[in-house]
T-cell receptor, first 111, second 115 residues
Framework: LAKTTQPISMDSYEGQEVNITCSHNNIATNDYITWYQQFPSQGPRFIIQGYKTKVTNEVASLFIPADRKSSTLSLPRVSLSDTAVYYCLVQRDTGRRALTFGSGTRLQVQP | DAGVIQSPRHEVTEMGQEVTLRCKPISGHNSLFWYRQTMMRGLELLIY????????DSGMPEDRFSAKMPNASFSTLKIQPSEPRDSAVYFC?????????????FGPGTRLLVL
């Protein structure tokens, strides 16, 4: 499995755009990039997944450059409720596989 | 849909006691996963099942831990005897095989404290 590296923590203010970058230098051809969000006292929750270029949903955008060695999760106009830990995962195609979580990025949004 | 259901939500027990954690996956989901989360080790997989069959139990710490999935709607994780180092939040997650993306749905977790 490809190892991921992301910042331990980030701070932001309400209304700002937050970009969290994840490095995955040894990503393989069949690997997908997935981001999960975990609020205190809750289980992780799927946010977004992509393979290349850009993916956008109602929650976030995911930018993946051509070499796929990194990815950036973009949260537009964060609010206090976006305070959480964000995990970047690299998973081998699809199938009945377990997730390997790293340390994640703890995002603190201030008023 | 009620989501993944776990019980109990909190458990406090004494060292040496048996602890049983329960999970009801989302109806129709074929795979079920047990994870453990601690400050020191983060989120780590313990075991996962597909169609009620254990596929990978390499994350189970030792023989004190056992997991079963007698049917598609129920799984248990048992610790016997429990030790203080087992204190953690235990999450159950499920996913349907038909999903093309690797999306798992996590339950609220069971917070276990072994004194």
């Amino acid at each position: 499995l490809a190892k991921t590296t992301q910042p331990i923590s980030m701070d932001s203010y309400e209304g700002q755009e937050v970009n969290i970058t994840c490095s995955h230098n040894n990503i393989a051809t069949n690997d997908y990039i997935t981001w999960y969000q975990q609020f205190p006292s809750q289980g992780p929750r799927f946010i977004i997944q992509g393979y290349k270029t850009k993916v956008t949903n109602e929650v976030a955008s995911l930018f993946i450059p051509a070499d796929r060695k990194s990815s950036t999760l973009s949260l537009p106009r964060v609010s206090l409720s976006d305070t959480a830990v964000y995990y970047c995962l690299v998973q081998r195609d699809t199938g009945r596989r377990a997730l390997t979580f790293g340390s994640g990025t703890r995002l603190q949004v201030q008023p | 849909d009620a989501g993944v259901i776990q019980s109990p939500r909190h458990e406090v027990t004494e060292m040496g006691q048996e602890v049983t954690l329960r999970c009801k996956p989302i109806s129709g989901h074929n795979s079920l996963f047990w994870y453990r989360q601690t400050m020191m080790r983060g989120l780590e997989l313990l075991i996962y099942f597909n169609n009620n069959v254990p596929i990978d139990d390499s994350g189970m710490p030792e023989d004190r831990f056992s997991a079963k999935m007698p049917n598609a709607s129920f799984s248990t994780l048992k610790i016997q005897p429990s030790e203080p180092r087992d204190s953690a939040v235990y999450f159950c997650a499920s996913r349907p095989d038909r999903d093309l993306v690797e999306t798992q749905y996590f339950g609220p977790g069971t917070r276990l404290l072994v004194l």
